[in-house]
């Protein structure tokens, strides 16, 4: 879908796709962990609408971009949702998701820059970051949280421009590339939400065990 919507059909149309994937999403996984229950060890269903079960020693996520300003980002985790737009954790801007050693969850979200910073800056060595883009997350990046996703394993961070969509997932204190990361760029051709680009997201096994 090439050509821009009006901004009323923009708003129909994400309001309706949001509400029929979340549903399928949460209706999916609720499947799935009864059948799982009932009828094999929960170590044999898919988690995260994944397409396979997780080796061992690597754990499940998906990780989905929000639209336009509109629908906020989803991140799930281990089979759960941890920040989505219905359980009202997420905003504008960069949404981030810190995981600790023992795969507790720590949310970040409508922080302001300068605590954002802060937060990034304390994140220990080993922990996992997931992060989603939402509307915006330039307006006040700066070339110090640039450097500290790069030090995670992100690639893409250098190139995220305004209203870019983009998803990461990474490790603190590794600069190894990271396999879970997308963009979309901000082009007034190519956009399908008026302002801003598709929706991006990225799914997979992420390695339980930190190595250099």
């Not at 920040?83 to 922080?111: D, F, R």
Request: net charge positive.
């Amino acid at each position: 879908m090439t050509a821009v919507l009006p901004l009323a059909a923009v708003i129909i149309v994400l309001l309706i796709t949001w509400g029929i994937s979340i549903n399928s999403s949460v209706a999916q996984e609720r499947e799935r962990n009864t059948l799982g229950e009932m009828f094999s060890p929960p170590t044999s269903v898919p988690k995260c609408s994944l397409s396979r079960v997780c080796p061992p020693n690597h754990i499940a996520l998906r990780i989905r971009s929000g639209a336009a300003d509109i629908v906020g980002p989803t991140v799930c985790f281990d089979g759960k949702i941890i920040m989505s737009h219905a359980l009202n954790n997420v905003g504008p801007g960069l949404n981030i998701a810190v995981i600790n050693g023992e795969y507790n969850t720590q949310t970040s979200h409508k922080h302001s820059w300068t605590d954002i910073l802060a937060h990034l800056k304390k994140i220990k060595r080993g922990m996992i970051v997931l992060v989603a883009s939402f509307d915006d997350v330039t307006q006040k990046m700066t070339n110090e949280m640039r450097e500290i996703f790069s030090e995670m394993g992100s690639t893409l961070i250098r190139s995220v421009k305004r209203r870019d969509s983009w998803v990461f997932a990474g490790r603190a204190g590794t600069k190894i590339k990271s396999l879970f990361e997308k963009q979309a760029v901000n082009d007034e051709k190519n956009n399908i939400y008026g302002g801003w680009p598709e929706m991006v997201e990225v799914g997979g096994c992420f390695p339980r065990v930190f190595s250099d």
